[in-house]
């Protein structure tokens, strides 16, 4: 089993940079894949962007390719998220999630941690 705790969120005016981190708990970090869901008020969970178990490879929804930089580290049991260029509409619930494989759907994610709010004004 895996516990996550996800922390960075805030507020932000648009142009500006934030850092989300996900600690886990747990021995067996390294053999999920971990990703970045986001939630805005009445709107579904979507996507953002997923990294493979060793940290190789990568996935990113189209509305944040070039902006947004994920990244892992096993060592420490911990995944980031680096947003740049942050938008309004990049104002959501961010919630870490851990699974068995890159996946853009969130069914296919078994742990899920209880989000951090981020909120870019304009």
């Known amino acids: 089993q895996v516990q996550l705790v996800e922390s960075g969120g805030g507020l932000v005016q648009a142009g500006g940079s934030l850092r989300l981190s996900c600690a886990a708990s747990?021995?067996?970090?390294?053999?999920?894949?971990m990703a970045w869901f986001r939630q805005a008020p009445g709107k579904e969970r979507e996507f953002v962007t997923a990294?493979?178990?060793?940290?190789?490879?990568?996935s990113y929804a189209d509305s944040v390719k070039g902006r947004f930089t994920i990244s892992r580290d096993n060592g420490k049991n911990m995944v980031y998220l680096q947003m740049n260029s942050l938008k309004p509409e990049d104002t959501a619930v961010y919630y870490c999630?851990?699974?068995?494989?890159?996946?853009?759907?969130?069914?296919?994610?078994?742990?899920w941690g209880q989000g951090t709010q981020v909120t870019v004004s304009s």
């Open positions: 999630a851990a699974g068995p494989n890159i996946n853009t759907y969130s069914r296919s994610y078994r742990y």
């Open positions: 990294v493979s178990r060793s940290g190789g490879s990568s």
């Open positions: 747990g021995r067996t970090f390294s053999t999920y894949a």
